[in-house]
Antibody
Framework: EVQLEESGGGSIHRGGSLRLSCAASGFTFRNYWMHWVRQGPGKGLVWVARINTDGSGTNYADAVKGRFTISRDNAKNTLYLQMDNLRGEDTAMYYC?????????????WGQGTLVTVSS | SYVLTQPPSVSVSPGQTASITCSGDKLGNKYVYWYQQKPGQSPLLVIYEDRKRPSGIPERFSGSNSGNTATLTISGTQAMDEADYSCQTWDNITPVIFGGGTKLTVL
């Protein structure tokens, strides 16, 4: 079964750092681009970042560019999101998702999410 | 940057057809994806490439995309279909664009 499991969320003060992890199983992780998507409380989905198969190519939303870093360890089947200089508006549930070329490059599946709360 | 617009809410009676729209400039020239999200759960892909259903998604879910509007249609809506639905497309500048989401109420 294809599974993604996020971890690393928690409560952090403004200006602090946090590293999220996403453990993948049930598929050949190194063959897939991966994404982070977040959802603020009561808000819609917002794309955060993506990374290509070998980690050499990344893209970021303007809101996180220069503060967040997406990376991956294909030997450990794990995706990461390093979040620095956190702001209140970064408070959200963070999901990792696989970009599935078998279903038209959709985001499928998604993990269960990890909650990040940034306080002042 | 590219913007997708959805109505905040749609209501439908059980057994009736629900239509949820997603609008964007020349959206018909792009592929659209739809995700269902129930309270406390992560998003689930229900339609990809405008009209294709992943395995396991009921036939009552269908999609279309033309002009500036994509539509998710749920025929014979059931109580279990009550959820938030978000559309998504790809863009050259910000790779992944989501609509704001639509809350479907079955009453």
């Amino acid at each position: 079964e294809v599974q993604l499991e996020e971890s690393g969320g928690g409560s952090i003060h403004r200006g602090g750092s946090l590293r999220l992890s996403c453990a993948a199983s049930g598929f050949t992780f190194r063959n897939y681009w991966m994404h982070w998507v977040r959802q603020g409380p009561g808000k819609g989905l917002v794309w955060v970042a993506r990374i290509n198969t070998d980690g050499s190519g990344t893209n970021y939303a303007d809101a996180v560019k220069g503060r967040f870093t997406i990376s991956r360890d294909n030997a450990k089947n794990t995706l990461y999101l390093q979040m620095d200089n956190l702001r209140g508006e970064d408070t959200a549930m963070y999901y990792c998702a696989r970009e599935d070329f078998y279903s038209g490059n959709s985001l499928d599946p998604w993990g269960q999410g990890t909650l990040v709360t940034v306080s002042s | 940057s590219y913007v997708l617009t959805q109505p905040p809410s749609v209501s439908v009676s059980p057994g009736q057809t629900a239509s949820i729209t997603c609008s964007g400039d020349k959206l018909g020239n792009k592929y659209v994806y739809w995700y269902q999200q129930k309270p406390g759960q992560s998003p689930l892909l229900v339609i990809y490439e405008d009209r294709k259903r992943p395995s396991g998604i009921p036939e009552r879910f269908s999609g279309s995309n033309s002009g500036n509007t994509a539509t998710l249609t749920i025929s014979g809506t059931q109580a279990m279909d009550e959820a938030d639905y978000s559309c998504q497309t790809w863009d050259n500048i910000t790779p992944v664009i989501f609509g704001g989401g639509t809350k479907l109420t079955v009453l």
